[in-house]
């Protein structure tokens, strides 16, 4: 006898709550579609009507978590249809991750309250302020079911997108990098994992992701991404064409987004243009005159400072002996460290500090001067270049 208590008081709860749930409000929950592919947009309603007139009701729908779906609320709205008598509708936008029988389900909490606790919150001063005494009531909603199927072919993308390429220039020099951006745009699943452009042998690669704008609509996210590429190597190159698989579950088709390719040409250029102070070094077979004044105002302020030295050593009576690296640590600028090292140290094994000294100058490199002209130092010094 005691068993079969054990066994019906908690129907016998469940079945007390549901009937007074009843009597509270009503719900109604659905969907769309009841039938979908992976990664397709299902729009999700669940409505709450108030049934019970007397005191002020609140509701609060929140869906069970799961690694089957990815679902976002899209709006909440509520409606005074009369006195004590709201309706209240969430829309969520449901992703679902798995080919199988989805059981979405929600928790769902109706709280009560009365005119007086209401007004408690809106009286005093903004200090005093109480939060609203409420009976709660925790509904048992039985799970919504979706049946997802699998693509019959694989896709990057699932929704209505186009992808454009545009390039700031196909020739560079050894020491230039080129700007390559990509735009996707459209309607559909997001995925944050998609990478265009893939490491290549002997070309040096940095990438951005920019999310230009993203908004959550009932056919999907409504997306704006920008993939920024800054390229750059030491011989010719090719980026491949981009071919990006897509379904449309607007239209029931699928389709291809390709972008073409770029065949890159990679000028080598006599180091001593790099005298001129520009980002694009001088190919110019003739010398500019802002050039020569840049070389006229260096061997002054050069000349100026070797005499100042000889004048301060002769007033020494201990003088300084230069070392054999004073023109690595006494440069100030990348600029003038990349033209040292070309002339003077010009060797394969300070390449790399030249290439990240020119990142550094177009303040496109995480490091400092300081920290590669302390590399180079060390470098030179172990090697007694």
Not at 49 to 75: A, C, G, W
């Amino acid at each position: 006898m005691k068993k079969n208590l054990g066994k019906i008081l908690p129907l016998f709860l469940l079945f007390t709550t549901t009937l007074f749930a009843q009597t509270l409000a009503k719900y109604h929950l659905s969907a769309n579609k009841t039938k979908a592919y992976v990664k397709e947009a299902v729009e999700i309603t669940f409505k709450a009507d108030q049934l019970d007139h007397r005191d002020v009701m609140f509701f609060f729908v929140t869906p069970k978590k799961s690694d089957d779906y990815e679902i976002k609320l899209l709006n909440k709205k509520t409606t005074e249809l009369s006195y004590h008598n709201y309706t209240t509708t969430f829309t969520y936008i449901l992703f679902p991750l798995k080919a199988k029988e989805l059981r979405v389900a929600f928790d769902f909490t109706i709280k009560v309250a009365s005119d007086e606790a209401v007004a408690q919150v809106y009286t005093g001063s903004r200090d005093n302020v109480k939060w609203i005494d409420t009976e709660d009531t925790n509904v048992t909603v039985p799970p919504l079911k979706l049946q997802i199927k699998q693509l019959p072919q694989p896709v990057d993308l699932v929704g209505d997108f186009t992808l454009k390429s545009k390039i700031n220039t196909t020739t560079i020099n050894q020491y230039e990098s080129l700007h390559l951006l990509y735009t996707l745009k459209g309607k559909g699943y997001k995925d944050n994992n998609i990478t265009l452009l893939h490491p290549q042998k002997d070309v040096t690669l940095f990438s951005e992701i920019n999310d230009a704008y993203s908004k959550l609509t009932k056919d999907g996210y409504l997306i704006h991404r920008e993939y920024i590429y800054a390229l750059s190597s030491e011989k010719d190159f090719t980026i491949e064409a981009i071919s990006l698989k897509a379904y449309s579950p607007k239209l029931q088709k699928f389709y291809t987004l390709t972008t073409p390719s770029y065949k890159i040409n990679v000028e080598k250029i006599d180091t001593s243009t790099l005298l001129d102070d520009k980002e694009s070094p001088n190919t110019q077979p003739f010398i500019r005159i802002d050039t020569i004044k840049e070389l006229f105002i260096y061997l002054l302020i050069f000349g100026s400072g070797y005499l100042s030295a000889l004048i301060q050593n002769k007033k020494q009576k201990k003088i300084k002996q230069p070392t054999k690296y004073d023109d690595i640590t006494q440069s100030n600028s990348p600029h003038e460290l990349i033209v040292i090292l070309l002339n003077r140290y010009n060797i394969k094994e300070l390449e790399p500090f030249i290439k990240e000294l020119e990142m550094i100058k177009y303040k496109r490199s995480s490091k400092t001067f300081k920290e590669v002209k302390k590399e180079i130092l060390t470098t030179v010094v172990s090697k007694q270049i």
